[in-house]
């Protein structure tokens, strides 16, 4: 695993989800501690207001939890844009609640060093 502390490039990782609940975990579960301190980073999820367990399932993984909570319904631009809003990351990337990494050191190194655009 590569250790890119000397780097300090803090990754935000946002998700934004709806009724996820089937696929989500998968997702957020791929993001251990470990390669959470290797590669910086803190995961987002934001919510457009889950009637199922996705809310429950991302508590258990997000370092930050944004819950829509408005009478109109959030599409996924605005989920993105809600998440990001509230990260504190150098670099945000965004994720589908569905999307799994094959290689996640792999991703995580050509991104660093400008290989992934």
Request: glycine residues 8%.
């Amino acid at each position: 695993m590569h250790d890119l502390s000397g780097d300090n490039k803090k990754i935000s990782i946002i998700i934004p989800s709806l009724n996820e609940e089937k696929l989500i975990e998968r997702s957020l579960s791929q993001f251990t501690s470990e390669i959470k301190i290797a590669y910086n980073i803190e995961l987002t999820v934001s919510d457009g207001g889950s009637k199922d367990s996705t809310i429950e399932i991302a508590k258990k993984y997000a370092d930050r939890l944004i819950i829509h909570k408005d009478n109109f319904p959030q599409n996924i631009s605005q989920g993105r844009n809600a998440g990001a809003k509230n990260s504190p990351g150098d670099v945000l990337i965004f994720l589908n609640a569905d999307t799994c990494i094959r290689d996640i050191d792999f991703f995580f190194k050509e991104m660093l060093n400008g290989g992934i655009g």
